[in-house]
T-cell receptor, first 112, second 114 residues
Framework: QQQVKQSPQSLIVQKGGISIINCAYENTAFDYFPWYQQFPGKGPALLIAIRPDVSEKKEGRFTISFNKSAKQFSLHIMDSQPGDSATYFCAASILRTGKLIFGQGTTLQVKP | GAGVSQSPRYKVTKRGQDVALRCDPISGHVSLYWYRQALGQGPEFLTYFNYEAQQDKSGLPNDRFSAERPEGSISTLTIQRTEQRDSAMYRC????????????FGPGTRLTVL
């Protein structure tokens, strides 16, 4: 019940295309859903996050879509750029605990 | 500004030895977290502190693993009698407020147990 399942494992997108990464969770007590971006040799860095009281959050080219009834959320990267090539992790948490449960990660390659 | 720092960045040790991994959080951050990240996987929660108090150690794999944060700042993760299966990247993160808030990750310590 603590798992967060992420797909796909890897993704190749052309420059200017839309990248979509999906995550599903089981624990309905989760109330915080962040996405982290990780470049090789670096630690994960927060990209964007959502609380379950909204269905969508947009920051620049990055959008989280959240479906509470389906217990799913996804990251959309619009106008994907080669600089977006990285590993992306979804996560879920019960916010007051701070304990993040991460998905397995998606390696994104954006081809020029 | 200084981010989360960890030392050493790389540690190679022989099976059976004890190792101590250090984390220096962002100044003023209340909460400090330890995660373990296997190659090609997401970080896995180990334990976390608010100030000097260990709030949750449910992710520590067994009693060979322990962590402390005696003065509410720097933290040490200690692994006793290391085994090959302990080989992984160990990451530390800190956040400004307790019980949530953005977690800022350090560069990690790559531990290899021979």
């Amino acid at each position: 019940q603590q798992q967060v399942k992420q797909s796909p494992q890897s993704l190749i997108v052309q420059k200017g295309g839309i990248s979509i990464i999906n995550c599903a969770y089981e624990n309905t007590a989760f109330d915080y859903f962040p996405w982290y971006q990780q470049f090789p040799g670096k630690g994960p860095a927060l990209l964007i996050a959502i609380r379950p009281d909204v269905s969508e959050k947009k920051e620049g080219r990055f959008t989280i879509s959240f479906n509470k009834s389906a217990k799913q959320f996804s990251l959309h990267i619009m106008d994907s750029q080669p600089g977006d090539s990285a590993t992306y992790f979804c996560a879920a948490s019960i916010l007051r605990t701070g304990k993040l449960i991460f998905g397995q990660g998606t390696t994104l390659q954006v081809k020029p | 500004g200084a981010g989360v720092s960890q030392s050493p960045r790389y540690k190679v040790t022989k099976r059976g030895q004890d190792v101590a991994l250090r984390c220096d959080p962002i100044s003023g951050h209340v909460s400090l977290y330890w995660y373990r990240q296997a190659l090609g996987q997401g970080p896995e929660f180990l334990t976390y502190f608010n100030y000097e108090a260990q709030q949750d150690k449910s992710g520590l794999p067994n009693d060979r693993f322990s962590a402390e944060r005696p003065e509410g700042s720097i933290s040490t993760l200690t692994i006793q009698r290391t085994e090959q299966r302990d080989s992984a990247m160990y990451r530390c993160a800190s956040s400004l407020s307790g019980g949530g808030g953005t977690q800022y990750f350090g560069p990690g310590t790559r531990l290899t147990v021979l």
